[in-house]
């Protein structure tokens, strides 16, 4: 996929909400009802771990969700993008990157959201086209200031940012200027998933997306 399309993709999936919800699903029966108590709370973007024994089949049965928008998480190689593309994710999401995963990309039509965490690596990056690029890991100690810092130098590069960001977090990361978008499974708490709270998941949405 040319690389300024899949860029540009990425970053109108990424202002579609403020989040990205990025949930641990033991149970695909729950898939399905988690992606509608999401979009409900105005919070259509879902990343899934593809690293997950069941990703493909939660991918494929919340792909199945109107207005759901699922992505696969954790890419790390050619496989992981095939099992992604068959279950019907949307994107890929990449924690770091390698040269022969982004020629794999280049051939095929899935928008890419390349992982970086260093000045260097979002370099390299953009020398490749890429303008929308996943921070990572987010939520570490330097990663507010390094997100600073690179606004000046690169400012037509921007961010989704996942790791480790709480709700309370978030808003800081959030107000940065190059900041899209925030991954986090802080919307989807585990303890709500097992009792199949599904209108407990879409309140914590909507009051997230007003914070």
Same mark, same amino acid.
């Given at each position: 996929?040319?690389t300024?399309?899949?860029? $540009?993709?990425? #970053?109108?999936?990424?202002?579609?909400?403020?989040?990205?919800?990025t !949930?641990?699903?033991? $149970? %695909?029966?729950?898939?399905?009802?988690?992606?509608?108590a999401?979009?409900?709370?105005?919070?259509?973007?879902?990343?899934i771990?593809?690293?997950?024994?069941? +990703?493909?089949?939660?991918?494929? #049965?919340? +792909?199945?969700?109107?207005?759901?928008?699922?992505?696969?998480?954790?890419?790390?190689? !050619?496989?992981?993008?095939?099992?992604?593309?068959? +279950?019907? %994710?949307?994107?890929?999401?990449?924690?770091?990157?390698?040269?022969?995963l982004?020629? =794999?990309?280049?051939?095929?039509?899935?928008?890419?959201l !390349?992982?970086?965490?260093?000045?260097?690596? %979002?370099?390299?990056?953009?020398?490749?086209? =890429?303008?929308?690029?996943?921070?990572?890991?987010?939520?570490?100690?330097?990663?507010l200031?390094?997100?600073?810092?690179?606004?000046? !130098?690169?400012?037509?590069?921007?961010?989704?940012?996942?790791?480790?960001?709480?709700? $309370?977090?978030?808003?800081? =990361?959030?107000?940065?200027?190059?900041?899209?978008?925030?991954?986090?499974? %802080?919307v989807?708490?585990? #303890?709500?998933?097992?009792?199949?709270?599904? #209108?407990?998941?879409?309140?914590?949405?909507?009051?997230?997306?007003?914070?």
């Open positions: 996929m040319q300024k399309l899949a860029s $540009d993709t990425i #970053e109108m999936i990424c202002r579609t909400s403020p989040f990205i919800s !949930p641990t699903l033991a $149970d %695909a029966a729950h898939a399905a009802p988690l992606a509608r999401l979009t409900r709370g105005r919070l259509p973007v879902i990343q771990s593809i690293r997950r024994r069941n +990703a493909a089949d939660i991918i494929r #049965e919340m +792909a199945q969700v109107p207005d759901a928008i699922v992505g696969a998480g954790m890419v790390l190689s !050619p496989d992981d993008v095939r099992i992604a593309r068959e +279950a019907g %994710a949307k994107f890929c999401t990449t924690p770091g990157i390698t040269d022969p982004l020629r =794999y990309f280049d051939g095929i039509e899935l928008p890419l !390349p992982g970086c965490a260093t000045p260097t690596e %979002a370099l390299h990056l953009l020398s490749r086209g =890429y303008t929308t690029l996943n921070f990572f890991p987010g939520g570490s100690p330097n990663a200031t390094m997100l600073k810092a690179i606004q000046q !130098p690169l400012p037509q590069l921007r961010f989704c940012v996942s790791g480790d960001i709480d709700l $309370d977090a978030a808003p800081d =990361y959030i107000a940065l200027s190059n900041v899209l978008s925030v991954a986090t499974d %802080a989807t708490p585990p #303890e709500l998933i097992e009792k199949r709270d599904w #209108e407990g998941i879409t309140l914590l949405a909507r009051n997230a997306t007003r914070r």
